[in-house]
């Protein structure tokens, strides 16, 4: 017998990758402790909350999947089976950045929003992306699922996703 788990990690108060790891290791520890049982869980863990790891976690799907996979290693490999590790914080609401450094940010952000709604530009996009994401490996497929995204057209949610998460990690670059 299987049992399936979501297990939701509040980043918030992690401050790097590692942190991050570190907490989701302790949420499936815990989750270990409290079985009644030995019986086996896969879990779906989901990061979440605003935090300044937003940018760092941007496109790191896979390396923060195998720190779960090393946490879960730890813990107890024959009682956790990790299914998928899916990254869904927010960036922190920051101060003023200097002026220059501001501007130019505010224009990409602004550019950014504007492709969002573009057909041209999400067609020519779809155009580029999908031959990579109809005929990628499978696991790459598993480990990046923007590409599903493409393949179902929706690459609206693509642009915004990659917007959050590009204009988090500028904005905390020195």
Known sequence: ???????TVDASQASTLDDVALTVGRELEALVDAAAASVPHAVRVTITGATQTH?????LETQLRA???AQIATISHDRLWLEKVRIATEPLAHGEPAA???DALADLHGLLIGAESDPEFLSMLKERLIALATQAP???QKSVPELEHVRNGKLEKLVSEVRSGLIAQLADAE
């Not at 017998?1 to 297990?7: C, D, G, I, N, Q």
């Not at 940018?55 to 496109?59: A, H, I, K, T």
């Open 1 to 7: 017998m299987l049992r399936w788990e979501a297990v």
């Open 55 to 59: 940018g760092e976690l941007f496109g």
């Open 67 to 69: 720190e779960v996979l």
């Open 100 to 102: 220059g450094r501001a």
């Open 138 to 140: 499978s696991e790459l």
